[in-house]
T-cell receptor, first 118, second 111 residues
């Protein structure tokens, strides 16, 4: 299995709703990431989990709450979002760990969740 | 600060060769990646460079000069399906795996 699976593919939610995005990989990768991508813009890093621990939070508002239940799963819990949070949310994974020089640890991206906040 | 620059848009003809440049200034360097992204889809990995020189993979090649903070992606024998956005991304540290993406270059291949 060489894929990162994200569900749902599309999500429409109101500003008072609570929803969760899910991400799963079975490649034995120990680093997992959430990125947000607006139209015609590059992906922007939100969170990094390394060995199931949150290692980077890029000053993301608390209405986004990540969770890593185990080494294969990564969730993003959403609450009280704003219309400007509408975007493509990408999950990615990589081998992780300290690779030192020369480590080819490219990301494998999921197909994303297209989120619309109304 | 950290900065990655790419041209915003490029146009090329089917069957031709196109070179997409990327310059970067980052705190630390531990690898440069190129990704392809079709509209509405996830980025897919194309190439990786960490040492100076050229890496060739079929119709795609990527070059790196660390002293100049410069890379390019070369696409040969262009096909219509190569119309996509091409993202240059730099990993600054080996410890975090964090990739910093450039703005992306939208390539349009015309018949």
């Amino acid at each position: 299995d060489t894929e990162v699976t994200q569900t749902p593919k599309h999500l429409v939610m109101g500003m008072t709703n609570k929803k969760s995005l899910k991400c799963e990989q079975h490649m034995g990768h120990r680093a997992m990431y959430w990125y947000k991508q607006k139209a015609k813009k590059p992906p922007e890093l939100m969170f990094v989990y390394s060995y199931e621990k949150l290692s980077i939070n890029e000053s993301v508002p608390s209405r986004f709450s990540p969770e890593c239940p185990n080494s294969s799963l990564l969730n993003l819990h959403l609450h009280a979002l704003q219309p400007e949070d509408s975007a493509l949310y990408l999950c990615a994974s990589s081998q992780g760990g300290n690779l030192g020089q020369g480590g080819n640890d490219g990301y494998t991206f999921g197909s994303g969740t297209r989120l619309t906040v109304v | 600060g950290q900065n990655i620059d790419q041209p915003t848009e490029m146009t090329a003809t089917e069957g031709a060769i196109v070179q997409i440049n990327c310059t970067y200034q980052t705190s630390g360097f531990n690898g440069l990646f190129w990704y392809q992204q079709h509209a509405g889809e996830a980025p897919t990995f194309l190439s990786y460079n960490v040492l100076d020189g050229l890496e060739e993979k079929g119709r795609f090649s990527s070059f790196l000069s660390r002293s100049k903070g410069y890379s390019y992606l070369l696409l040969k024998e262009l096909q219509m399906k190569d119309s996509a956005s091409y993202l240059c991304a730099v990993r600054g540290s080996s410890n975090t795996g964090k990739l910093i993406f450039g703005q992306g270059t939208t390539l349009q291949v015309k018949p």
